[in-house]
């Protein structure tokens, strides 16, 4: 069976930085590309930021809201996926969702699978 | 960036309605964009990707059409569990951008 479960996800202050984890299992992670997708209590869905496979050098993307703070990184070796997020402001505040993306011969459609998300507080 | 707009941003329907939900791109996308499912305190679910294609496992009355920068998502016959949120996402190019969502009551 295919899962993602995230974990790290904690109350810390503004200015704060904080690592959330991504665990798969069930694919070979390394052929994928994946990304952070997040959600402010009440609002809609935002995309955060992507790791391309392993074929594609593991080169990333980022929202500008986080760009040049958040940094998306992955281990193939731990089927793993990682955001490191840094100057984190009380905006970042959300759910934290890591999510299978599916692209084929360079095109890319959707995110197919999804882990069910964790939690990101940022307060003082 | 590219802006999709939802709309209606709120549907109230009655089970075995058919409903369709709109989404708006600012600039061209051909078929790049998908159609989740989200029900409260769940991850999304993707239903559509390249704008038609049925997911693997997505019941038949869910189907989705458009091109360009006009796209909509349609519900045949209304479902008690299709009472979730509906997201658009355009996958054509960076930043990848969601739609405001479309939340589906039950009338």
Not at chain 1, 4 to 30: H, I, K, N, W
Not at chain 1, 53 to 77: C, H, I, L, P, Q
Not at chain 2, 9 to 26: E, K, P, W, Y
Not at chain 2, 59 to 84: N, V
Request: hydrophobic share 30%; aromatic share 10%; proline share 3%.
């Amino acid at each position: 069976e295919v899962q993602l479960m995230e974990s790290g996800g904690d109350l810390v202050q503004p200015g704060g930085s904080l690592r959330l984890s991504c665990a798969t299992s069930g694919f070979t992670f390394s052929d994928y590309y994946m990304d952070w997708v997040r959600q402010a209590p009440g609002k809609g869905l935002e995309w955060v930021g992507r790791s391309r496979n392993k074929a594609n050098n593991y080169t990333t993307e980022y929202a500008a809201s986080v760009k040049g703070r958040f940094t998306v990184s992955r281990d193939d070796s731990k089927n793993s996926l990682y955001l490191q997020m840094n100057s984190l402001k009380t905006e970042d505040t959300a759910v934290y969702y890591c999510a299978r993306h599916v692209c084929h011969s360079g095109r890319c459609y959707a995110s197919d699978i999804w882990g069910q998300g964790t939690m990101v507080t940022v307060s003082s | 960036d590219i802006q999709l707009t939802q709309s209606p941003s709120f549907l109230s329907a009655s089970v075995g309605d058919r409903v369709s939900i709109t989404c708006r791109a600012s600039q061209g996308i051909s078929s790049n964009l998908g159609w989740y499912q989200q029900k409260p305190g769940k991850a999304p679910n993707l239903l559509i990707y390249a704008a038609s294609t049925l997911q693997s496992g997505v019941p038949s009355r869910f189907s989705g059409s458009g091109s360009g920068t006009e796209f909509t998502l349609t519900i045949s016959s209304l479902q008690p569990e299709d009472f979730a949120t509906y997201y658009c996402q355009q996958v054509n190019s960076y930043p990848l951008t969601f739609g405001g969502g479309t939340k589906v009551e039950i009338k």
